[in-house]
């Protein structure tokens, strides 16, 4: 899949030239294939997140012009739908560590997909030209919810760093904002994540009265996010005109993604095909011996970089306690502010899994934004990097899963009532960590405590019971578990970081074996080989100039 923008054409048109460079400066295959993959198969995501009753479905039929989805889903058993334009026709089940299974229309209608996995998904490809006018965009269905805890984290989890924004979907009936609905806009917020709103049925309302929904819904979500919608939608039952006249406006968050995705990578490879000639441009008057030399000097500086590494690693670990109270004390006072909320659903028996683990999402998120992100780089941005082990710039995000364990925990808990038990993950680039939160102490302070403050029925003795005791057990609880996942968080960048090093290590060594190589070729082929240098030279910086001026798009 191509976008038609001047950037991908460039690419396209210049890809056969540099894979030429690329094998004749001997550099490894893979790198580049990885690009053309990349390029083959890129695809930003536009999750549809709401309610079961919001029409997310209809929409997507409505849009199409095409009775794809059911619109009697079975919220038990439904799965994230990524619809895609192909030029053929395809449908199958992706199956988390398994073979993608195809599937026919009927089977994505009745929801035929056998066992279910939340983490499988569904990937239809319509020969569509409404999707094809969409230059790549992926619309992804997501299963609706109203606790909102399991959804939610897929929802944030597995598309994330892959949707150019998200659309809200509110049906004109619902009339607000969920409280479910409301918790995700508000994570989505922290990661700076565009959103459009849709209202959908409004054949159903009067004019007046929907215009009264859209005004108020589109008024909570940016007093939560701060800032204004892409664009807000009203659609009918059978009419999207309306949203399929906004979509374009997510094109250029696309070409922004294509940059980040393909443009910088191969940029990157074009500054190494010029390192690499500089050096061998400049190393035609080198001895064998002065080679052998640059050597050694350069092994002795990649030691000393990963000796500096190692310190920082330990100084960012006595560090983390700060972002570690920070996250727990934001923890309690979000607890605090649910307090009559977690005193009523004590005595009534209720479910408070989805507060207190948007709770623990949110304070996780914020604190490692506050207080771990700007650590790290500040001691990344003062590591001294020797000539030749150039690391790229790290680019921090995170996202949050469920585990399949947590998941059980909380299934096999109270009926009455839940313990806060939720599991964080951090993703920082090239590094994910799984934190799973106990949850045996709550159980059993729950199944001593409540019983007890049910069969009394006081409401101020359930209060106190949560501020004094319910509140501190789960910032308790939760504590050693923020305390690991930060621990592996510093550890993964900062392996990262080594590992970089060492890919970057690895080609100026490359670059020293072939420089030796070359001097032990004929010396009367030197003057040849120094106009094929600045030709090639010459050639790729005229390349790179134009793919940076992209940059400033």
């Known amino acids: 899949m191509m976008l038609s923008q001047p950037e991908s ?22 790198q580049l294939t990885v690009i053309e993959e990349n390029i083959r198969t890129f ?3 536009l999750p549809l997140i709401g309610a079961f009753s919001a029409g997310k479905s209809s929409l997507i039929n409505s849009l199409l012009q095409d009775n794809l989805l059911t619109v ?3 919220p038990e058993t439904s799965l994230p739908t990524e619809i895609r334009y192909a030029p053929e026709e395809s449908l199958a089940l992706r199956r988390k560590n398994a073979s993608p299974q195809p599937l026919s229309r009927e089977a994505l209608r009745t ?3 056998g066992e279910h996995d939340p983490q499988n998904v569904v990937d239809v490809a319509l020969a569509s030209p409404v999707l094809a006018a969409l230059d790549g965009l992926t619309l992804v269905d997501m299963p609706g919810w109203e606790s909102g805890i399991a959804q939610h984290s897929l929802a944030i989890d597995n598309y994330l760093d892959r949707s150019a924004a998200y659309a809200v979907v509110v049906s004109v009936d619902e009339g607000v904002l969920k409280e479910s609905l409301r918790k995700i806009v508000e994570e989505l917020a922290i990661h700076d994540k565009p959103m459009m709103l849709i209202v959908t049925k409004c054949d159903k309302k009067t004019p007046e009265d929907v215009e009264a929904v859209v005004a108020h819904v589109r008024q909570q979500i940016e007093d939560l996010t701060r800032k204004p919608l892409l664009a807000v939608c009203r659609t009918q039952r059978r009419n999207a005109s309306e949203w399929a006249t906004a979509l374009p406006v997510l094109l250029p968050l696309q070409q922004r993604f294509w940059h980040r995705a393909i443009g910088l990578p191969v940029q990157q490879c074009v500054q190494d095909l010029l390192a690499r000639i500089e050096q061998l441009a400049q190393s035609h008057n080198q001895t064998l011996e002065e080679i052998a030399g640059e050597r050694e000097l350069l092994t002795l500086q990649y030691q000393r970089l990963q000796e500096e590494v190692k310190q920082i690693t330990t100084r960012l670990h006595d560090q983390r306690n700060i972002a570690e109270r920070a996250i727990v004390d934001d923890f309690a006072s979000r607890l605090n502010s649910q307090l009559e909320t977690l005193t009523r659903a004590l005595l009534n028996g209720e479910d408070v899994s989805g507060t207190i683990g948007h709770a623990l999402r949110m304070s996780w998120s914020q604190g490692v934004e506050r207080y771990l992100r700007p650590v790290i780089q500040h001691e990344l941005n003062n590591l001294q990097l020797q000539d030749g082990l150039q690391i790229q710039t790290m680019n921090f995000s995170q996202n949050f899963k469920a585990s399949e364990s947590a998941s059980e925990l909380i299934k096999n808990t109270l009926a009455w009532i839940l313990p806060a038990a939720i599991n964080l993950i951090t993703r920082i680039p090239m590094g994910k960590v799984l934190t799973p939160l106990i949850v045996s102490a709550l159980e059993s302070l729950f199944q001593r405590g409540s019983q007890e403050l049910i069969q009394r029925q006081q409401q101020e003795e359930a209060r106190r019971h949560v501020l004094n005791t319910v509140i501190p057990s789960c910032c308790s609880t939760a504590a050693p578990d923020i305390a690991r996942g930060l621990s592996n968080t510093i550890d993964e960048v900062m392996l990262s970081i080594s590992r970089s090093a060492d890919r970057e290590m690895a080609k100026v060594q490359q670059t020293l074996d072939l420089k030796a190589r070359e001097l032990e070729k004929e010396q009367a082929a030197e003057a040849q080989r ?6 090639d030279s010459a050639a790729l910086k005229q390349l790179l100039a134009r793919l ?3 940059n400033h798009e």
Do not use: C, G, M
């Open 43 to 45: 695809s930003v995501r």
């Open 9 to 30: 054409t460039l690419i396209d048109s210049e890809l056969p030239a540099l894979r030429a460079y690329w094998q004749l400066y001997e550099f490894p295959a893979q």
């Open 548 to 550: 940076q001026e992209f």
């Open 111 to 113: 929801q035929n997909f």
């Open 72 to 74: 009697a889903i079975d």
């Open 530 to 535: 120094q106009q094929t240098w600045q030709q």
